[in-house]
Nanobody, 119 residues
């Protein structure tokens, strides 16, 4: 099993920056894609950014040019650098990790970290 712990959320003003971290622990062999999702009150959980094992990345249009996802495989950690934050970025941000064990795909979620952008 894999446990995910996010950190780095907080309260910032519009235009500010935050850097989120997600550390995977436990049985971390064969971790593949890592991603960040977010969920605002009353909305579904949406993909924000994804990074594959080979470091190929994908972003939702609303964060392109502002957010950067990266990973450190040796530390089993994925990051989300968020710049020029907007009110619409306010949400609980969840780390997501895929793992393959034999021929089975496992998916893990972190508990989330709150990001609030407000004047």
């Amino acid at each position: 099993q894999v446990q995910l712990v996010e950190s780095g959320g907080g309260l910032v003003q519009p235009g500010g920056s935050l850097n989120l971290s997600c550390v995977a622990s436990g049985n971390t062999f064969n971790i593949n894609a890592m991603a960040w999702y977010r969920q605002a009150p009353g909305k579904k959980r949406d993909l924000v950014a994804r990074i594959d094992k080979d470091r190929t990345t994908n972003y939702v249009d609303s964060v392109k040019g502002r957010f950067t996802i990266s990973r450190d495989n040796a530390k089993n950690t994925v990051y989300l650098q968020m710049n020029r934050l907007k009110n619409e970025d306010t949400a609980v941000y969840h780390c997501n990790v895929h793992q393959t064990i034999d021929e089975w795909l496992r998916i893990y979620w972190g508990q989330g970290t709150q990001v609030t952008v407000s004047s």
